[in-house]
């Protein structure tokens, strides 16, 4: 009987001091108050139609004029998808509702007919959208983008008036993103001013008469509620575009699930609790498990920001817990793999997540995905287009930063797209 209690006894503290020895965690994401859901009634469509705009239509010989494919195309899409709910409006000084049918505006676009007005103070465009947006709109606008303030202000010495007009209108709204998506085409160079251009409407005066730009940038920007514009952008009728920047759009209420499989290491995975048990984690046997995520809802643009490693950052910095964490692809080198929770889940997207060492005093762990840099912006901008050669100016646009700083300054705590906590709850 001594010996039977001595080994109940024995055993009893095996169990205990194995257990004691686990570590376990709970996989979160933490809840955010912007509701996930829409309520999209109306989509207002703008153009400008300055003189420089018809120079992307009007071409003087063949070749990749694409703002006639793309513009129609993406009404095309949104109305397919919101019941004809697109109201189209030209813009130059002030917005003017188009009075003919979609392909009517197909027809006037592609002609040049509803282009070649005056010049766009583009400040004003931008905080007039802005101002329109309501919870239940979402706002494109398709422009050049390049900044004229007129006659009376020079922008070498006045841009900071255009950031400083649309950064005013943004911290009016407490609940607006935007994005904005870049494409390059030919360009008809009789319609281009440059900033000392006295040639008003007669284009043999115009500094790239008789040339064909090449890789002229324009662009669709979007804007909305948080919940409004990543709902629509998840319908992807924007593509095929150069660069893009997303402000203040995140993707935090993904759907995301632990694999049972693939694994290795001393690991158990709860998927009930969302949790995993790490019993053991060494060099020579490291606990790994898999996070899947569901990315089927989201704009494509954040598969791209998902799969970048250099997006991620592990806090706290000086975590020896988690030694690496790699995105992957595919499972065509596992022999087991939970396909069950992946087809159950729509899962799309993946994290391995590797631990080499147990720290006793680290309770909680970031994953955190931040958007990429905009280096893109400075990469386009240029201070001055005044007698530049005409490859000198391919893929340029005058005093673009002048706008782009303003979104940038309101969203600029707001780069943070996911964030995976991974909690000690036992040890």
Not at 82 to 93: G, H, L, P, R
Not at 237 to 242: F, G, H, L
Not at 367 to 379: A, C, G, M, P, Y
Not at 410 to 417: I, M, P, R, V
Request: glycine share 4%; hydrophobic share 35%.
């Amino acid at each position: 009987m001594k010996h039977i209690k001595f080994a109940l006894f024995f055993l009893s503290f095996l169990i205990f001091y194995s257990c004691s020895r686990n570590s376990v965690y709970k996989i979160s994401m933490p809840e955010y108050a912007i509701s996930s859901t829409s309520d999209i009634k109306r989509i207002d469509f703008f153009i400008e139609t300055s003189v420089s705009m018809k120079g992307y239509v009007n071409a003087n010989e063949v070749g990749n004029y694409n703002l006639k494919d793309v513009v129609p195309l993406t009404i095309t899409e949104l109305n397919r998808a919101y019941n004809d709910s697109v109201q189209i409006y030209t813009v130059d000084d002030r917005p003017r509702k188009y009075p003919k049918g979609d392909d009517e505006f197909s027809r006037d676009l592609r002609s040049g007919n509803i282009l070649g007005g005056k010049s766009s103070q583009l400040q004003n465009i931008f905080s007039a959208i802005i101002d329109s947006i309501q919870p239940n709109s979402v706002s494109f606008l398709v422009t050049d983008c390049i900044v004229d303030l007129g006659k009376d202000l020079d922008i070498y010495t006045e841009s900071s008036t255009v950031t400083n007009k649309i950064y005013k209108h943004l911290t009016r709204k407490d609940n607006i993103s935007a994005a904005v998506f870049q494409y390059e085409s030919d360009f008809n160079g009789d319609h281009y001013y440059d900033m000392k251009n006295t040639g008003g409407q007669n284009v043999k005066k115009h500094p790239y008469y008789q040339q064909v730009l090449r890789k002229r940038p324009f662009y669709v920007w979007v804007f909305g509620t948080k919940q409004n514009l990543r709902e629509i952008l998840s319908k992807n009728v924007i593509e095929a575009y150069k660069n893009a920047y997303f402000f203040n759009i995140s993707m935090h209420d993904i759907g995301f699930k632990l694999l049972k499989n693939p694994k290795k290491g001393k690991v158990a995975v709860n998927q009930d609790r969302n949790s995993i048990m790490i019993k053991e984690a060494t060099q020579k046997r490291p606990a790994v498990f898999i996070l899947g995520f569901n990315l089927n809802n989201v704009p494509k643009y954040f598969h791209k920001q998902f799969m970048e490693m250099s997006n991620y950052q592990l806090s706290p910095k000086h975590s020896n817990d988690i030694s690496e964490i790699k995105v992957l692809t595919d499972f065509s080198e596992e022999k087991k793999v939970d396909n069950n929770t992946i087809s159950a889940n729509q899962l799309t997207h993946f994290i391995q997540v590797k631990f080499n060492h147990i720290d006793p005093e680290m309770n909680q762990i970031n994953i955190r995905l931040f958007q990429e840099s905009s280096d893109w912006f400075d990469t386009v901008h240029i201070d001055s287009d005044f007698e530049m050669e005409a490859e000198a100016l391919e893929g340029k646009t005058f005093a673009f930063k002048c706008i782009t700083d303003a979104f940038v300054r309101y969203s600029k705590d707001k780069k943070e797209l996911l964030n995976v906590q991974i909690t000690k709850t036992e040890k």
